[in-house]
């Protein structure tokens, strides 16, 4: 059972545009939510992290919406680079316990210049 | 410079053949983990380590084996009963928990 589903799989967003990847996770203990940025041949990196207690959090051209109600959360990259095509992961955990990551399955940005 | 250091990069291994691939991190890091990554697929959780001697199994750990001998090193076996081995495999650690979770650069494994 996929405990994150992420959408769409690709995308492909001319220079300047915005690019938006979304999530929907389901267990609501989940408080801690990450989104990692992979290119090829390399591991992810964290991009940027959210906990439920804020719906929004930006650094720099790249913000977190996260929604609690409706259990989604999504990445939105601002006046997007080709220097951001690289697979982008959105994630989720439980701050005790285990505390391992359950990821979504990846999309595919692609930004045309 | 701290990070974690995967090796080899790319691995070829005839089918039948048990492969390990290695794991250290200099991060003083607590957490060890491995994931396999499919197209399509995203990252799918093998083994987890949150501390030497003890480790326990993902959502896919059936024809991997994994040690944690010292807190730097988990490495992983492919064995021979994982029926389709190919894939690029990465290795993570955690100083407590989710947050500070780094990857290393993957290792390719083909078995032919």
């Known amino acids: 059972q996929q405990q994150v589903k992420q959408s769409p799989q690709s995308l492909i967003v001319q220079k300047g545009g915005i690019s938006i990847i979304n999530c929907a996770y389901e267990?609501?203990?989940?408080?801690?939510f990450p989104w990692y940025q992979q290119f090829p041949g390399k591991g992810p990196a964290l991009l940027i992290a959210?906990?439920?207690?804020?719906s929004e959090k930006k650094e720099g051209r790249f913000t977190i919406s996260f929604n609690k109600s409706a259990k989604q959360f999504s990445l939105h990259i601002m006046d997007s680079q080709p220097g951001d095509s690289a697979t982008y992961f959105c994630?989720?955990?439980?701050?005790?316990?285990?505390?391992?990551?359950?990821f979504g399955t990846g999309t595919r940005l692609t930004v045309i210049p | 410079d701290g990070g974690i250091t995967q090796s080899p990069k790319y691995l070829f291994r005839k089918e039948g053949q048990n492969v390990t691939l290695s794991c250290e991190q200099n991060?003083?890091?607590?957490?060890m983990y491995w994931y396999r990554q499919d197209p399509g697929q995203g990252l799918r959780l093998i083994y987890y380590?949150?501390?030497?001697?003890?480790?326990q199994k993902g959502d896919i750990a059936e024809g991997y084996s994994v040690s944690r001998e010292k807190k730097e090193s988990f490495p992983l076996t492919v064995t021979s009963a994982q029926k389709n081995p190919t894939a690029f495999y990465l290795c993570?650690?955690?100083?407590?928990?989710?947050?500070?979770?780094?990857f290393g650069s993957g290792t390719r494994l083909t078995v032919v």
């Open positions: 959210i906990r439920p207690d804020v």
């Open positions: 994630a989720a955990s439980l701050q005790t316990g285990a505390n391992n990551l359950f």
């Open positions: 380590s949150q501390i030497v001697n003890d480790f």
């Open positions: 993570a650690s955690s100083p407590n928990g989710p947050n500070g979770y780094t």
């Open positions: 267990n609501t203990a989940f408080d801690y």
């Open positions: 991060l003083n890091h607590d957490a």
